[in-house]
């Protein structure tokens, strides 16, 4: 019996799901993405890089700019924080990978901010990283709360 590349390419990407799949609940994987807090050397990484390309708008400590909550007199968003009293905990990796490399715009069509996308200035790897760093200054429970917030994203898709 022959398959064809077509039968063969379906086997192999239904391979690869249930593999990511598997390493998603039984843990070894991040639900969501690839950010992954306990990873010294990946949250070691994210710390240099957001001091480089972060720091100076969500703050050195993560705290965000002031009155973050209440817009500026240009419409837009003062930068939020990314330790636990802010609101990036409450979003799935993937969404916040989204958001860091392609901008709000790419998520909120037409919507104006401050956030520059990354793209072109950091690799995935990096981003990812970043992440990690920030994900690891949040308490056990924001990080329980967050890891569930991926878990459920993964199988809403």
């Excluded at 590349?5 to 039984?26: M, W």
């Excluded at 990314?82 to 979003?91: A, F, I, L, N, V």
Aim: aromatic share 8%; with cysteine.
């Amino acid at each position: 019996m022959r398959f064809s590349k077509t039968e063969i390419g379906f086997a192999v990407a239904l391979a690869v799901v249930a593999v990511a799949a598997v390493l998603v609940f039984t843990g070894r994987l991040p639900a969501g993405g690839r950010a992954d807090p306990v990873n010294a050397e990946q949250v070691a990484l994210g710390e240099r890089i957001y001091r480089d390309h972060c720091a100076s708008c969500h703050g050195a400590n993560l705290e965000g700019q002031p009155q973050w909550q209440v817009r500026k007199p240009d419409g837009r968003m003062p930068a939020p924080p990314h330790d636990q009293s802010g609101h990036t905990w409450h979003h799935p990796d993937d969404v916040l990978f989204r958001i860091t490399k392609d901008g709000l715009a790419a998520l909120l069509p037409g919507y104006e901010s401050d956030m520059p996308a990354y793209a072109q200035v950091l690799t995935d790897e990096e981003i990812w990283a970043v992440l990690s760093f920030i994900k690891r200054s949040w308490p056990a429970d924001i990080q329980a709360r967050q890891a569930d917030i991926n878990r459920r994203s993964v199988q809403a898709r």
